[in-house]
């Protein structure tokens, strides 16, 4: 057996870097160093390494592949490795693009890591650096008595593994599911606070016999008390979901956190249409399992508050890789455009795509549905600027949203989107009905779970919980009758 020593470097500085390496040996075998981090999740094998490492690999044509984040361009090298001895290789990653050098910062709002994890401070050390990522939230949560790795951590900012360009917090996961499986409630993340929000979790998450309550909206409120931000998770799965945004509960919606959840925009979508503008994010949940990512923009220094600034304001576009923007007649994603008040009205916009791997579509999206697209699929796209004519006769929102055929190395199509650009109050007179209506029968069927199967000590817990969902379904119940 030889011996494969690499280093991995920066092509414009020199300096090491910090990236995932896969390594294919002649006889098709994966090899890693004995004690490295792996990688978690679907797609192919990757060990994790700090910028330089050594594997042991036998005689013949060996395949090096190393990636860092979604900005460095993947770099493929062969080299022919001894009999015995040793073989070295500098590695220098490119970027395609940079973006914090444009204000926009990537994150992760969703990350835990599980009982199996032996060395989570290696790994979250290493995580922000190896997926490239200027923000990483790593939650604390409870599910019965299993002992979750990350559960370690205190609640706050983590300034042991915070660097200038790699900001660290550690939040909560705070939820509720059905007895018999699945989601309740549902489950919201809880950015910067400083304190744990009790209960972590209740119902079944935590024994048999715990009541289904407090309601999530209760821990949205504690964490707000304290300054922190709260993220609906899931796409919005979880019967009290439409009820904390019609109560002003969250900050921000988590599309497609695990990756094994597809792009689906749905329950998104019905809020938007009924005026709760509430902005695009997401994560990765089970490690991080998937280039799943948020970029926020901030014309501000850098730092954790002004990224949150940036995401409460709607100032960011969801991807796993490329790099989509959008402008209507100047207005970015986060911005309003005045009501045209039923007089027809034309805007000009611009959606422009940066992307390593090509895009395959790109649609313009308004009130839920595909106004305008193009598609690429005889000579998908890595980057183009398309601009665009809509008219519009009545209040809305528009958005953008691409998709890639090709697969990255968690095995994932490619996909992004941006938040929306409201136009007046943000609620299409019609659409804006049918999306109520959807909420107002999802509260239905809620309230029937509440009143017939849900779990209390007191009848006074039932009765608050009923009242909120009530209170809820209000708000949608005013928007059918208009």
């Not at 073989?87 to 910062?105: G, I, M, T």
Request: glycine share 10%; with cysteine.
């Amino acid at each position: 057996m030889g011996t494969l020593h690499g280093i991995i470097r920066d092509s414009v500085s020199g300096e090491p870097v910090e990236a995932k390496v896969h390594v294919l040996t002649s006889s098709g075998d994966f090899v890693h160093p004995a004690d490295s981090i792996l990688k978690v999740g679907p797609g192919d094998p990757f060990f994790y390494s700090a910028g330089e490492f050594s594997v042991a690999v036998p005689r013949g044509s060996t395949d090096i592949v190393v990636e860092r984040g979604t900005e460095y361009e993947p770099l493929r090298k062969v080299v022919s490795a001894p009999q015995k001895g040793h073989v070295d290789v500098e590695l220098h990653l490119k970027r395609w693009a940079d973006l914090p050098s444009q204000n926009w910062y990537p994150g992760n709002t969703h990350l835990h890591y599980s009982e199996n994890e032996m060395q989570p401070d290696a790994r979250l050390n290493l995580d922000p650096k190896v997926h490239d990522l200027s923000v990483t939230v790593v939650s604390i949560l409870q599910r019965r008595e299993l002992p979750y790795a990350s559960n370690k951590y205190p609640i706050g900012f983590m300034t042991d593994y915070s660097t200038a360009h790699h900001l660290v917090d550690c939040g909560e996961e705070n939820r509720h599911n059905y007895r018999r499986g699945g989601m309740a409630y549902g489950h919201i993340m809880l950015l910067r606070i400083r304190n744990v929000v009790e209960p972590v979790s209740r119902g079944d998450l935590v024994s048999d016999f715990d009541p289904d309550y407090p309601p999530l909206c209760y821990a949205c409120d504690d964490a707000k008390r304290q300054g922190g931000i709260v993220l609906w998770c899931h796409n919005g799965i979880g019967m009290e979901a439409p009820v904390a945004a019609a109560l002003g509960k969250l900050d921000a919606f988590n599309l497609f956190d695990p990756f094994w959840m597809d792009p689906e925009y749905d329950i998104w979508y019905h809020l938007l249409n009924c005026g709760i503008s509430l902005p695009a994010s997401t994560g990765t949940d089970w490690f991080i399992c998937s280039n799943n990512r948020v970029y926020v923009q901030t014309d501000q220094e850098f730092t954790y508050e002004n990224w949150l600034r940036g995401l409460q304001g709607g100032n960011t576009f969801i991807t796993n890789g490329p790099a989509l923007f959008l402008s209507v007649d100047g207005t970015m994603p986060g911005g309003q455009i005045d009501s045209p008040n039923g007089s027809p009205r034309k805007l000009s916009g611009t959606i422009s795509w940066n992307s390593h791997y090509p895009i395959n579509r790109v649609e313009l999206i308004q009130n839920g549905s595909v106004a305008q697209r193009r598609e690429f699929n005889g000579a998908p796209q890595q980057h183009g600027d398309w601009r665009f004519d809509l008219d519009i006769e009545t209040d809305g929102w528009i958005a953008a949203r691409a998709y890639g055929d090709v697969r990255d190395s968690f095995a994932q199509s490619l996909y992004a989107h941006t938040s929306p650009i409201q136009i007046g109050s943000g609620r299409p007179p019609g659409i804006a009905q049918d999306s109520a209506g959807f909420f107002v029968r999802s509260i239905d069927d809620s309230i029937d779970w509440i009143s017939r199967i849900g779990k209390f000590t007191k009848d006074e817990q039932r009765e608050e919980i009923l009242h909120l969902f009530n209170e809820g379904r209000k708000a949608y119940a005013g928007l059918t009758a208009r």
